[in-house]
């Protein structure tokens, strides 16, 4: 399986301010990309899916760049829920030599600060 | 709750112990993966079912490990002799086989495993 990176961070952010993260993977031929939220010792719940035309929900914005094989997330006017590790996810379908397992970053850890 | 459920949610044993986890998939899900999670880090693949079928398995799982479905409900994932390196986050996920790799997986909360 290959890599997916992120800045592990954290990320100390002032409430109300815009935060931006990015990720970048290793396997050209992945297939589907993901950002899923994990809030401390629980389960990693999914946020959003990213689609090469970017895709918005709410505050959360989300851009999959193929050619520079990176993707972005960009939280507007942050909240103090916000806090969170930040999971960037790729599913590398069968050219990753197997099925649909998911491939995840070590997470991008964000405080939101009052 | 129709969620992914897992049993048992922590679990103490003594280095050299078998231990056995359940995971129950969302209701008419028929894929189903297990992943570890150790602090710090992102999960990471372990195997994947669909329906009773293992499909795949990952070079992390050592021989030590086993995982079933025999019915293609509910899966167990046994760990035989456990080392202290075994001490982790264990999730369980399903999603639903609609033709293709967007099938958003879903997770169960997990069992952490201590190894002492």
């Known amino acids: 399986r290959k890599e997916v990176e992120q800045d592990p961070g954290p990320f100390n952010v002032p409430e109300g301010a815009t935060v931006a993260f990015n990720c970048t993977y290793s396997n050209s031929a992945s297939q589907s990309f993901f950002w899923y939220r994990q809030d401390c010792r629980k389960e990693p719940k999914l946020l959003m899916s990213?689609?090469?035309s970017g895709n918005e929900d709410g505050r959360f914005t989300a851009q999959l760049n193929r050619a520079s094989q990176y993707i972005s997330l960009l939280i507007r006017d942050s909240k103090l829920s916000d806090s969170a590790t930040y999971l960037c996810?790729?599913?590398?379908?069968?050219?990753?030599?197997?099925?649909?397992?998911?491939?995840f970053g070590k997470g991008t850890h964000l405080i939101i600060q009052p | 709750d129709t969620g992914v459920s897992q049993d048992p949610r922590h679990k103490i044993t003594k280095r050299g112990q078998n231990v056995t986890f359940r995971c129950d998939p969302i209701?008419?899900?028929?894929?189903l993966y297990w992943y570890r999670q150790t602090l710090g880090q992102g999960p990471e693949f372990l195997t994947y079912?669909?329906?009773?079928?293992?499909?795949?398995k990952s070079r992390l799982l050592s021989d030590r490990f086993s995982a079933e479905r025999p019915k293609g409900s509910f899966s167990t994932l046994e760990i035989q002799r456990t080392e202290q390196g075994d001490s982790a986050m264990y999730l369980c996920?399903?999603?639903?086989?609609?033709?293709?790799?967007?099938?958003?997986?879903?997770f169960g909360p997990g069992t952490r495993l201590t190894v002492l």
């Open positions: 990213v689609y090469s």
């Open positions: 996810v790729v599913n590398e379908g069968h050219s990753g030599g197997g099925a649909d397992g998911l491939t």
């Open positions: 079912f669909q329906n009773e079928a293992q499909l795949e």
């Open positions: 209701s008419e899900h028929n894929r």
């Open positions: 996920a399903s999603s639903e086989l609609a033709g293709g790799p967007t099938d958003t997986q879903y």
